[in-house]
Each structure stands twice: as structure tokens, then as C-alpha cells.
């Protein structure tokens, strides 16, 4: 029987070995922390958690579906989460196949499989597998911007911000305005003895909640048209939020949902209040001096950069995992077309996808991997699809900003959609 290895034992992790356990699959899985959660698990030391951190999307469009959260938060905390995933891996006996306080060091093609290489507190051991499930993430190497000039404060990324304590009197500049450095600057205007942000782009900000309704609980199972859907939410929106340009931020050069929207509005309220300012992209550094691009300037003790991260996966060589720019590229995300043995789960974003999306990426490995094992005729029929047919559009018609970030960004019905037709055929075959 083959036998696979999971690296990661974070929500894509924990699917992943769900899934594949259901079909018999024999499964290893390798965790560099002490715990499941991955990133939820703020005692992670690669976890990019802070101690105010909430699910942006609801609970009942992020949790697995066979196993809903036991709460009735509607955004619940952290906390919460990491308690969730404790509790999702004893039900259906997952922690019991990783091997905790282990990092994988190297993946190498070797004998028609997979030597993988890991160091735990007994030093380096190789083992190999048939394949490899690459569920590491993609929250954990910062992405950290150069910059003219010298800062002679403190420069930190927000993958090491925990604590708003941190901001205690200081004079705080935050680069970026994604959903952390909007949340970030909510905790800094408590604590902080001024607060800025530097900002690029404009962007479009959704309340969390709409009509009393959890904002993402709309529409549910019924999307629009692309061209529709932008149009009603965009004046949707505008009635509920106004126009964030009137605050200070850029009017966005692109229509909403082309980018991932922030879902904070107490940024805008605080904005109104005076608690905060926008300013433009930076110019310079010069000591505690930073320029703007429109002139202006302003003094700062710390700059919390929000400049998201980088997909990485450093354990393998690049030309195993097709990389095409900042991302692999694999039919759905998942598979890379030499169907080599290497896998990848999780490297998936989009709005509303939540944890069960992911956790449908995985049932289509595993049924994948059972044929694999148990019918290779049906096997080798979907890697010829895959490899001789055009790949499905995956953007649902939006035009996404052509950013690193957003490079393996979807439209989550259009690839719930694209994974469950290829599931069902894999399995009707």
C-alpha cells in the first residue's frame, strides 16, 4: 500500500488527513509546532496571529460542514478557532498521525516517490513516501519591502505583532491597509500616541454585518452575475459605508471583488473620529522623518509593515511545483501537471471559500489517490484530462488585480464548482 506524507497541521493539514483517511490512505503527517491549528494556534512560532484577531468571514461560511463550531459567535476569536481545531482532529482521530515539534528540511524525487527529510529533537531522519501534501500555509515568511533611506526607529512586520502593548505611546505608521493592518490600527488608536497609515490603493470596506445578517450569509447558494453582483453590492456598500475616499484613501482603480475586500469598518469610523490619518506611499526614510510621495512628511517611532507574505515552500525545489511568477501552477491549485507526487493544499484564496472549500480540495485528492491505489485505469484517465484538456476559469469572469498576492487568488463558485465536477467524474468513472 502507498503511503503519504502530510506536511502541515494547520485547517488544509487536518483536512487533508481527514479526507484521505476516509479513503483508507495510509497517512504520516510532519508539524513543525507543538499543537494542531497552524496559524490559529497563536503559541506557533510561525503563527502571523495577534491577541485581537477574529474570523473575518462568519462561522457558519468557514467552518467544515461534517463538523460545525461549537458556539454561536458569529466572528469568533482566535481562541476559539484554535480550540475548534483541537477539537476536529480528537473527533476524527488526526492528531494521533502527525509527528509534532518536527520540520520538514528537504523533499527529494527519489525511487518513483518522495524522500522527505525532518529534524525533531532526535536529530535528522529520511523517510520515504509515495507522495508529499504540502499543507504548510501560505501566512508565514513576511513580506518585507525595501525602501530609500535609513528609519532610525523600529521597523516590524505584523506577522510579529501580538499584542497591542506593543504600541503603548508610541508614534505608529502602518504601511499597507489589508484586513490586518485595518484591524492593527483599530487596536493602535487605544494605545498608540499617534497613528497613521501609508496607503497605495484605494480600497472597498464591507461591514460585517448587513441588514442584522452576517454580511457574508447574503446571497448564499444563489450568486449573481459578476456584472450584477458588483453593481448591487458596490451601491449596497456605498449606502452603508459611504465613500471611504472622503476619509482619505485613494478612489480604488479597480471594480469591487477584484481584490479582497476589507472587512473592518471601525477603521472609517476612527478615521472619522480624528483617532487616525492616511497618508500617501512612501518616498524616504531619513531618522525618525519618513517622506511621502505627495510632499509630506511626519514623525514615527515604529512602522508596522502590512505587506502581506510571500508563498513559499522552501522545502522543495521550485521546478517540481511548476512556479510560474509567485505561485505554482497546478490544475485547481492542487495538482501539478507532471504529476509528480507532490501535492498542495490550502494554496487557495478567495472571499466566502472558507475552511469547507478547502476541505472539498481535499476530497478530490483523496478520491484521486484511492483510484491511484485501487483502480489505475480511472487514475490515469483524469491525469490525461488534465494534461490534454484546456484547465476551467477559475475567476468567475472577475478581472483580479494583477498582484503577487492575489496570483492564486478564485472565485469561490467557480472552483467549488470546477473541484466538484472533477470529483464527481473521478468518481463516477
Known amino acids: 500500500m502507498n503511503r503519504y506524507a502530510v506536511i502541515g497541521a494547520g485547517p488544509s493539514g487536518l483536512a487533508a488527513a481527514r479526507a484521505l483517511r476516509k479513503q483508507g490512505i495510509d497517512v504520516e503527517g510532519f508539524e513543525a509546532s507543538h499543537d494542531v491549528g497552524g496559524l490559529w494556534d497563536i503559541t506557533n512560532p510561525r503563527s502571523s496571529m495577534y491577541e485581537s484577531a477574529h474570523l473575518i468571514s462568519s462561522r457558519t461560511t468557514t467552518e467544515f460542514a461534517e463538523y460545525p463550531m461549537d458556539s454561536d459567535v458569529d466572528y469568533p476569536s482566535h481562541r476559539v478557532l484554535h480550540d475548534y481545531f483541537r477539537s476536529y482532529a480528537e473527533k476524527f482521530a488526526l492528531s494521533e498521525l502527525f509527528r509534532f515539534d518536527t520540520r520538514v528540511t528537504r523533499l527529494e524525487p527519489h525511487e518513483g516517490g518522495w524522500n522527505l527529510t525532518a529534524v525533531d529533537e532526535e536529530g535528522e531522519q529520511t523517510r520515504w513516501y509515495s507522495g508529499v501534501i504540502l ?12 525602501f530609500t533611506g535609513e528609519f532610525a526607529g523600529e521597523i516590524l512586520h505584523t506577522h510579529f505583532y501580538k499584542k497591542a502593548a506593543q504600541l503603548d505611546g508610541k508614534r505608529v505608521l502602518i504601511i499597507g491597509a489589508g484586513n490586518s493592518g485595518c484591524d492593527i490600527a483599530v487596536d493602535a488608536v487605544h494605545h498608540a500616541a499617534s497613528v497613521d497609515m501609508s496607503v497605495r490603493r484605494g480600497y472597498y470596506f464591507v461591514p460585517r454585518y448587513l441588514f442584522g445578517r452576517p454580511s457574508d450569509t447574503l446571497n448564499q447558494g444563489r ?4 456584472r450584477l ?3 448591487v453590492d458596490s451601491r449596497v456598500l456605498k449606502a452603508f459605508t459611504g ?6 484613501f485613494p478612489k480604488p482603480d479597480y471594480r469591487i471583488y477584484e481584490s479582497h475586500p476589507i472587512v473592518n469598518t471601525m477603521v472609517l ?5 480624528g483617532d487616525l490619518r492616511i497618508r500617501a506611499d512612501i518616498d524616504r526614510f531619513d531618522g525618525h522623518t519618513v517622506h ?3 510632499g509630506s512628511s511626519g514623525e514615527y517611532d515604529l512602522i508596522l509593515l502590512a505587506t502581506g507574505y510571500s508563498l513559499g515552500y522552501p522545502f522543495v525545489d521550485r521546478e517540481h511545483l511548476s ?4 505561485s505554482p501552477r497546478l490544475f485547481l491549485n492542487i495538482f501539478p501537471a507532471a504529476f509528480n507526487g507532490l501535492y498542495v493544499m490550502g494554496m487557495v484564496e478567495a472571499s466566502g471559500l472558507g475552511w469547507q472549500g478547502r476541505y472539498e480540495q481535499a476530497e478530490l485528492l483523496a478520491s484521486y489517490l484511492a483510484a491511484v491505489e485501487n483502480d489505475p485505469a480511472r487514475a490515469e484517465s483524469f491525469r490525461t484530462r488534465v494534461t490534454s484538456t484546456p484547465w476551467p476559469d477559475l475567476t468567475g469572469g472577475y478581472r483580479y488585480l494583477a498582484l503577487d498576492r492575489m496570483s492564486y487568488y478564485v472565485n469561490k463558485d467557480a472552483y467549488r464548482g470546477a473541484v466538484r ?3 464527481e467524474s473521478l468518481d463516477a468513472a
Not at 223 to 226: I, Q
Not at 269 to 273: A, D, I, R, S, T
Not at 323 to 326: I, L, Q, R, S
Open 292 to 294: 511621502f510621495r505627495d
Open 243 to 248: 465613500d471611504p475616499v472622503r476619509f482619505g
Open 229 to 231: 453582483k458588483q453593481a
Open 269 to 273: 469610523g476612527h478615521l472619522g473620529q
Open 323 to 326: 512556479w510560474h511568477g509567485a
Open 421 to 423: 465536477a472533477e470529483r
Open 135 to 146: 499543507a504548510n500555509g501560505t501566512l508565514a515568511d513576511p513580506n518585507t519591502p525595501t
Open 223 to 226: 450568486p449573481l452575475p459578476r
